[in-house]
């Protein structure tokens, strides 16, 4: 029996997928558990597993492709298997190997009878030629093609895609060699005839008779850009879709409050060399300004736990939560990914530093599970590093709240009535006031400070 294999939701903001690549063809046998393609979500590239065994009958869309969750992707089954009340028109002419149905014997044709003559066909006339402007007959211009279909009238096989990308740039699909599966029509193939297109050069004109030439006079002359050179397209990927559907939502749903705070953060950086020094001793990750930061956060949300909540309007509740995962915001080329740090409370500064390491390695390469970026209960994003003294950040929801921490800086502090040389970094909260009241927040931030400036708590 044919099994149908659908888009899968593989993240809980995933909404649609990009199928990247096929990597079983047409035809190829599969057993549960091999991977038929990768697919790209708003977090990550991932493998698409088959969970039965078989034929792979069909792939219904081409690689590029976009589709939302729960559409036909690819069907399974045995050889020869008829899969058309499965594909309909979703892979255009489909793998359906039905045979067709024999007419019955009422819907059979009468046979001639030998006394009556057959009939003459009927041949249609062609179409007079038209006179032309000059007198002369000219033919009729032909009929245009449909766009869609060739010249015979059948319908071109083509993505979604790819058809709505050859109507902005006024291609006729005709011209256009399919890549995909079965001659199809994919992205890929309309963008590279349009670029030939472009590229091709234009036929030179036939040179006129020149007129007598007057005495020039030098005016100045304004190069005009090319109205396509003036920008550059890009497809929007999955990533920046949900980045922007996502923060948009917290932005203008969540009423954002913002509290800054000035930390005097000198003993935590001579701790952290102190610790670096051992660590290298011991042959063990070395400890970022960050983790100091995170674990600092974690062991503060105990003491805050409305902080460490979210609100549910859906569900009528605010759910506090019992434990602390601690969401860091990793720059990629394709926007922002937050793997998740779990338990940061219950671990030292060393594992917190080998774990937030290797993570971010993974998110840029963008290989995370979506166990290891879901379910942050509390976010950080450090700019520090690109020399931002300080900036205010969007909630990441269902968070009620997102810290943002700016660059340490060399600054002159008040000690003992005296000014000396210090090490300041401002931090800023933002808070979604439906959960975080003013005070709240603020007392969060002064646990925070109080751990900072008196890292060797941190240690405890």
């Not at 401002?426 to 900072?452: M, N």
């Amino acid at each position: 029996m044919a099994v149908p294999i659908e888009m899968p939701k593989l993240s809980d903001t995933m909404e649609e997928g990009v199928l990247s690549a096929w990597l079983v063809d047409e035809g190829e046998e599969v057993s549960s558990g091999d991977v038929l393609a990768q697919v790209e979500t708003d977090k990550a590239t991932m493998d698409l597993e088959a969970f039965d065994e078989g034929v792979l009958l069909k792939q219904v869309i081409a690689e590029g492709d976009a589709v939302p969750i729960g559409e036909l992707i690819a069907v399974i089954g045995e050889p020869g298997e008829d899969i058309s009340d499965l594909v309909g028109d979703a892979g255009g002419d489909g793998a359906a190997t039905a045979e067709p149905e024999p007419e019955t014997e009422g819907e059979a044709e009468e046979e001639p009878s030998e006394s009556a003559p057959e009939p003459e066909p009927e041949v249609e006339a062609e179409p007079a030629p038209e006179p032309s402007g000059d007198g002369q007959l000219s033919e009729r211009e032909p009929e245009p093609v449909p766009a869609g279909t060739d010249a015979e009238g059948r319908r071109i096989k083509a993505s979604p895609l790819a058809r709505r990308i050859a109507q902005e740039h006024d291609v006729e699909l005709a011209k256009v060699d399919g890549s995909g599966p079965e001659g199809r029509i994919v992205r890929r193939d309309v963008e590279a005839w349009i670029e030939e297109e472009e590229a091709a050069p234009e036929p030179a004109a036939e040179p006129s008779p020149e007129p007598t030439p007057e005495p020039a006079v030098e005016e100045p002359t304004y190069a005009m850009p090319d109205e396509e050179a003036a920008f550059e397209r890009e497809d929007i990927s999955q990533m920046r879709k949900t980045i922007a559907r996502r923060l948009a939502e917290s932005k203008y749903s969540a009423p954002h409050y913002y509290l800054t705070v000035d930390i005097d953060v000198e003993m935590a950086v001579d701790l952290r060399e102190d610790l670096n020094e051992l660590a290298e001793e011991q042959g063990r990750a070395k400890i970022s300004f960050n983790d100091l930061i995170t674990k600092a956060c974690a062991l503060s949300l105990h003491d805050h736990p409305y902080v460490n909540a979210a609100y549910r309007p859906d569900e009528g509740e605010i759910h506090k939560h019992n434990r602390v995962h601690i969401g860091i915001a990793v720059a990629i080329d394709e926007g922002l990914i937050t793997p998740v740090i779990r338990d940061a409370d219950r671990k030292g500064l060393s594992e917190l530093a080998r774990e937030t390491k290797a993570l971010a390695e993974r998110a840029r390469n963008r290989d995370l599970e979506p166990q290891e970026f879901e379910g942050a209960t509390f976010t950080t994003s450090n700019l520090g590093m690109f020399g931002i003294e300080e900036f205010t950040a969007i909630i990441n929801p269902p968070n009620s709240a997102i810290l943002a921490i700016g660059e340490i800086r060399d600054t002159p502090v008040v000690e003992d009535g005296e000014v000396v040389p210090g090490k300041c970094m401002k931090v800023t909260l933002s808070c979604d006031h439906r959960v975080v009241d003013g005070a709240k927040g603020a007392a969060f931030l002064d646990t925070v400070k109080s751990y900072l400036e008196e890292p060797m708590n941190l240690l405890l």
